[in-house]
T-cell receptor, first 116, second 111 residues
């Protein structure tokens, strides 16, 4: 059982370049999330999806786009990378969790992105 | 504003000693609170979840407490091991279902 898998694990981009981060989960989870983690900061939500074909903005969506064409995959795109987007990116997935919202979020291992 | 504050920011203890990490939150209405462990270079992994009706819950050497009145939670680690060295993150589910992360406490266990 692979859980949540992120590719690539590391990447260095030049300013202005574009790239796509792929997140795949094999747990049949409805919800998927993209977070970024910066030194001294908690994880911050970039975008999330509550189901196939749907996406929504999180706390820090500017400069990113996402797509969820298949339930198991959630893609994060950077159209024109900036040094401020240097960070560690985490993907997570969860079940809907019912009315109490107790669903646990399962995280991938992270993608370390450096924009120079 | 929904916030989660953790203390201390970092902590160094000797192997075998106990320690307690603190989490204060201002999220309302409150649904649940989770403690996650994040090893260096890895994604966070859930240790325990606390709902408003629970005061204490244990998971091996980890014991979490919750005081919903004062909006405080603690994570107590007993008989620490070198493998406990990690960041411990308090996560509260907010009023709109979103997850609000604390900045974490970085724990270092020394031999």
């Amino acid at each position: 059982n692979a859980g949540v898998t992120q590719t690539p694990k590391f990447r260095v981009l030049k300013t202005g370049q574009s790239m796509t981060l792929l997140c795949a989960q094999d747990m049949n989870h409805e919800y998927m999330y993209w977070y970024r983690q910066d030194p001294g900061m908690g994880l911050r939500l970039i975008h999330y999806s509550v189901g196939e074909g749907t996406t929504a903005k999180g706390e820090v969506p500017d400069g990113y786009n996402v797509s969820r064409l298949k339930k198991q995959n959630f893609l994060l795109g950077l159209e024109s990378a900036a040094p401020s987007q240097t960070s560690v990116y985490f993907c997570a997935s969860s079940y809907r969790g019912g009315g109490r919202g107790i669903a646990e979020a399962f995280f991938g291992q992270g993608t370390r992105l450096t924009v120079v | 504003k929904n916030q989660v504050e953790q203390s201390p920011q970092s902590l160094i203890i000797l192997e075998g000693k106990n320690c307690t990490l603190q989490c204060n939150y201002t999220v309302s209405p409150f649904s649940n609170l989770r403690w996650y462990k994040q090893d260096t270079g890895r994604g966070p992994v859930s240790l325990t979840i606390m709902t408003f009706s629970e005061n204490t819950k244990s998971n091996g050497r980890y014991t979490a407490t919750l005081d919903a009145d004062t909006k405080q939670s603690s994570l107590h680690i007993t008989a620490s091991q070198l493998s406990d060295s990690a960041s411990y993150i308090c996560v509260v589910r907010g009023s709109q279902g979103n997850l609000i992360f604390g900045k974490g406490t970085k724990l270092s266990v020394k031999p």
